[in-house]
C-alpha cells in the first residue's frame, strides 16, 4: 500500500468531521431525528408538518459552500466520471439509499454513532462495495 | 422543529463536508481506491464524526427510537447498490448537494438521477400510493438507520 502524502489532509478532514459529528448530534438532542441526506431528500416528495424543516436544512446544507467561498477561495469539485457513469451512479445512489433505509449520514455517521447493528453491516457493505468498484474501474478495466 | 433551526444544522453540516474533503470527488475516489495512491484523509472525517456522535447520541437516547437490529436483504442489496454509484462517481447524496453550491453542472446532472433514483424506488415500494399520491407506510424518522 502507497500512502498518498500529498493529497493528504488529515487536520482539515478531522475538524470537518468534528463538525458534521457536531450538527448531527445537535439536530438529535434538539428533535429527536437522525440526520440523513437521502432521507430528507426523499422527504422533499412528502408534504406533512415538517416539509419546512426538511426543506431548510437542505437549504442551509447547499448554502454552505456558497457562504465558504465568500470567505476563503473553494477547490471546485472535479468529476472524473463520464456524463453516463454520472447519470447512472445517480440513480443507482438514489434507489440503493433508499432501499436501505440511509446513506452515508444516516446509517454511517448517526447509525455508528448509536452503535446501530443495521446501519453498521449497512456501512460495511457500501464501503466494500464502493471499494469493488473503484479497483474495478481503476485497475481492471 | 424550527426551518430557522434545521437551517443552520445543515450549514454546520454542509461547512463540515467541505472543510473536510468530501465534497471533492477526487479526494473520495483517492480515499476509496486502497490499491492504488491512498489518501486516508476521509477516514479522519468518519472518526472525528462518529468520535462526537458517540457522545451526543448517548445524551441524545432518551429521544431516538432504539436503533434497529432487522437485517434484511433490502439492507445489503440497497447498501451494495449505493456503494457502486458512490464509487463509480465519488458523491454519496449530502456532498453532492453541497457540491450544487459550487455550480458544478456534472453535480446537478447526479442529484437530477438521484432524485429519480429516489422516485423510482417509491414506486417499486409502494406503486399504488405513488400513484394516488397518498402516503402510506411512511417512516417517521428521517432516515431508518
Redesign the interface.
Known amino acids: 500500500m502507497t500512502i498518498d502524502w500529498q493529497n493528504f489532509t488529515p487536520w482539515a478532514s478531522l475538524a470537518g468531521g468534528l463538525l458534521i459529528g457536531l450538527a448531527a448530534g445537535v439536530l438529535a438532542l434538539r428533535s429527536g431525528r437522525i440526520l440523513g441526506v437521502s432521507g430528507l431528500v426523499a422527504g422533499l416528495f412528502e408534504a406533512d408538518d415538517e416539509w419546512r424543516a426538511r426543506f431548510a436544512l437542505i437549504a442551509g446544507l447547499v448554502a454552505a459552500p456558497v457562504l465558504l467561498g465568500l470567505v476563503a477561495p473553494l477547490a471546485a469539485p472535479t468529476l472524473d466520471a463520464g456524463w453516463l457513469a454520472v447519470i447512472g451512479g445517480g440513480l443507482l445512489v438514489g434507489f440503493g439509499t433508499r432501499l436501505a433505509g440511509g446513506c452515508t449520514s444516516g446509517h454511517g455517521v448517526c447509525g455508528l454513532s448509536r452503535l446501530s447493528p443495521r446501519s453498521m453491516v449497512a456501512t460495511g457493505v457500501f464501503m466494500a462495495a464502493a471499494v469493488a468498484t473503484v479497483f474495478a474501474v481503476r485497475h481492471l478495466a | 422543529?424550527?426551518?430557522?433551526?434545521?437551517?443552520?444544522?445543515?450549514?454546520?453540516?454542509?461547512?463540515?463536508?467541505?472543510?473536510?474533503?468530501?465534497?471533492?470527488?477526487?479526494?473520495v475516489?483517492?480515499f476509496?481506491?486502497?490499491?492504488?495512491?491512498?489518501?486516508?484523509?476521509?477516514a479522519?472525517?468518519?472518526?472525528?464524526?462518529?468520535?462526537?456522535?458517540?457522545?451526543?447520541?448517548r445524551?441524545?437516547?432518551s429521544?431516538?427510537a432504539p436503533?434497529?437490529?432487522?437485517?434484511d436483504r433490502?439492507?445489503?442489496?440497497?447498501?451494495?447498490?449505493?456503494?457502486?454509484?458512490?464509487?463509480?462517481?465519488?458523491?454519496?447524496?449530502?456532498p453532492?448537494?453541497?457540491?450544487?453550491?459550487?455550480g458544478?453542472p456534472?453535480?446537478l446532472?447526479?442529484?437530477?438521477?438521484?432524485?429519480?433514483?429516489?422516485?423510482?424506488?417509491?414506486l417499486v415500494?409502494a406503486p399504488k400510493a405513488a400513484v394516488l399520491g397518498l402516503?402510506l407506510a411512511?417512516?417517521r424518522?428521517?432516515?431508518?438507520?
Open positions: 422543529m424550527r426551518p430557522l433551526f434545521t437551517f443552520s444544522v445543515g450549514l454546520a453540516f454542509g461547512l463540515g463536508l467541505c472543510l473536510s474533503g468530501m465534497t471533492l470527488p477526487s479526494k475516489l483517492g476509496l481506491d486502497v490499491a492504488g495512491a491512498w489518501d486516508p484523509s476521509l479522519f472525517v468518519m472518526g472525528g464524526a462518529v468520535a462526537v456522535g458517540l457522545v451526543l447520541f445524551l441524545a437516547r429521544r431516538l436503533p434497529s437490529t432487522r437485517i433490502g439492507l445489503v442489496t440497497g447498501s451494495a447498490l449505493f456503494g457502486i454509484g458512490w464509487g463509480l462517481v465519488g458523491f454519496c447524496p449530502g453532492a448537494l453541497a457540491a450544487l453550491g459550487v458544478e456534472k453535480a446532472a447526479f442529484v437530477a438521477a438521484m432524485i429519480a433514483g429516489t422516485l423510482a424506488h417509491r415500494a402516503d411512511r417512516p424518522e428521517t432516515c431508518g438507520a
